[in-house]
């Protein structure tokens, strides 16, 4: 299971150079705030944000008690 208690991910590009040195797959990954790979590679940088979505839906709407 993956830990999501970092609230905030983001995406990031690994190029061939970076990926080689790095010992990953050149591709997009999605990071937690500290640089750290939580998943990827994707494909391209719509499917890492779909995975982004996925790992941290916005919470849900309250509803509102009528006074």
Do not use: C, Q
Request: cysteine-free; hydrophobic content about 35%; overall charge positive.
């Amino acid at each position: 299971m993956l830990d999501m208690t970092t609230k905030e991910l983001s995406s990031r590009h690994v190029k061939p150079e970076e990926a080689l040195r790095l010992g990953v797959v050149s591709g997009w990954y999605t990071t937690k705030m500290s640089g750290t790979f939580v998943t990827g590679p994707h494909a391209t940088h719509a499917d890492a944000l779909l995975k982004i979505a996925e790992l941290n839906p916005p919470p849900p709407l309250v509803a509102k008690r009528k006074s």
